[in-house]
């Protein structure tokens, strides 16, 4: 992940939730105590000590949410303030923070269905990102947009349809080095799906929003695409689909002018779904190159060719991770649960 300032003060954002419904009071919060812990490592190459020392555990931060997705990391100010973790409970449709010193703290609520009616299951945000100024850039389900939250606690829109047409719910986003957002959009926030009749897209796409604002239709062939990452010289678009019948993790090349080359598959989950609950979902790409990638009952970490060096099993359906500024810690959303492992390198 790109390290940035976060420009937005905690004083501003929990004024912006200061009329929140959400109870946090059934959220189990680690402050200052020993989590405990969850799940195993898988070892399927040796090169996986390198990321992960034998005897490390599965800490459990926080649990009592309902589907925890989108973690990203907000880096320590220089005033001082600690970094802390900021991810989503699309249910109910709100972002948690959580630090070392306070533990779990409500961010932002709502966070992605800004209506006054009932909206399915999943009306909250999901992938979350920091820009290049610090600002925190949400896919938000029901209001179907990707937005960006301002300094004065307001949100802008920076995309919401492509010719016109509403976008289905983007699920989950990525910036490279330039300021160009890549994002996905399957139909999963709709409260009727795929069949939902306030679809106005009748295909699945992978999108780019140029620094200009300009939006190009990367693919439409990916029936479900989910998770969605940069490899570290930005030659590479990493998708996840989260489809059944294809459940696969695959990389495209980025061609000069911006458009994908032919798509290699890295893996695919259909056996591991026999094992746990999920699908491929979204990943992190190390700063080596190499990929934590969640699907069933864990995060599967390959290497950019594909080969599967080993999974941290969580057990649930685990939807996402991200590294800390330093890569010392995988931060994992993992169902109703927050957890980190500790990273070696």
Not at 253 to 264: N, Y
Request: net charge negative; hydrophobic share 35%.
């Amino acid at each position: 992940m790109m390290s940035f300032s976060f420009s937005l003060t905690r004083t501003v954002a929990m004024a912006a939730v200061a009329t929140a419904v959400v109870s946090v009071g059934t959220v189990s919060r680690a402050v200052a105590q020993t989590p405990s812990t969850i799940g195993h490592v898988e070892r399927l190459d040796d090169s996986l000590n390198q990321y992960i020392a034998s005897d490390t555990k599965i800490e459990v931060l926080a649990s009592g949410f309902t589907w925890t997705e989108g973690p990203v990391w907000v880096p320590a100010k220089k005033d001082g303030e600690e970094g802390s973790l900021l991810f989503s409970d699309i249910p109910r449709n709100s972002i948690f923070c959580w630090s070392e010193s306070k533990g779990i703290e409500l961010f932002l609520q709502p966070s992605g269905y800004t209506g006054n009616t009932y909206y399915g299951l999943e009306p909250g945000s999901n992938g979350l990102m920091l820009d290049a100024k610090g600002r925190l850039v949400m896919c938000e389900h029901g209001d179907r947009r990707v937005s960006v939250l301002t300094v004065d606690g307001g949100k802008r829109t920076i995309v919401d349809n492509y010719q016109g047409k509403r976008l289905n719910s983007p699920n989950d986003l990525v910036f490279d080095q330039a300021g160009n957002l890549y994002f996905t959009d399957p139909p999963y926030g709709l409260p009727e799906r795929a069949e939902d009749k306030r679809r106005e897209l009748d295909f699945c796409g992978v999108y780019r929003v140029a620094k200009s604002g300009e939006v190009t239709l990367l693919t439409d062939s990916i029936a479900r695409p989910n998770g969605i990452g940069l490899s570290p010289d930005e030659k590479t678009l990493y998708v996840a689909q989260s489809d059944p019948q294809e459940p696969i993790w695959m990389a495209y090349p980025l061609k000069s002018d911006g458009t994908l080359g032919q798509r290699r598959v890295l893996g695919n989950a259909s056996e591991a779904m026999k094992e746990f609950p999920g699908l491929p979902d979204g990943m992190a790409v190390h700063s080596d190159g190499t990929l934590f990638a969640s699907g069933p009952g864990g995060i599967y970490v390959m290497n950019p060719d594909g080969k599967r060096l080993g999974r941290i099993i969580t057990g649930g359906r685990t939807s996402n991770c991200t590294f800390d500024s330093d890569e010392k810690w995988l931060y994992m959303t993992a169902d109703d649960k927050l957890c980190r492992i500790r990273i070696a390198r």
